[in-house]
């Protein structure tokens, strides 16, 4: 699986970890930056995370910032990404399984090194449930999304 990484300054110090424990768990990893610890606008990573899952570059992506709620909300914005901000391995499996999750978003400055790698590895390990309650709520929400868009 070739998975999108792409963190601000705040989540720099992370991505290395993010990483290792995602080419652990066999995947391919496409780094989107940033490189350094220079102040960058985490809106602009997210994007990149985003896009890169929609043109096909990568099957899912991890964004990391400062508390990983920025990172979220900015990934939200763009149709066809659902991200959540996740701080317990549960949540990071079952929001792939239940909910189709594509873009796992970390906090820095929320979570430890140990937990962010056990984070993407579940996030990774996981798939869409093809039960049928599963896929009909995932369809109500791509019915939000389609005729939820703001004036």
Known sequence: MLIAVACDHAGFPLKD???AALEEAG???L???TYDQEPVDYPDYAEKAG???LNGQAERAVVICGSGVGACIAANKIKGIYACSITDVY???QGVEHDNMNLLCLGARVIGAEIARELVKAFVSASFSTE???RR???KILKLEANG???
Do not use: T
């Open 137 to 139: 709520r995932v369809g």
């Open 27 to 29: 995947c391919s990893v």
């Open 17 to 19: 970890e993010v990483i």
């Open 31 to 33: 780094d989107l930056g």
């Open 149 to 151: 868009k703001k004036e």
């Open 51 to 53: 896009r890169a899952i």
């Open 91 to 93: 949540s990071a499996r």
């Open 132 to 134: 049928e309650r599963h």
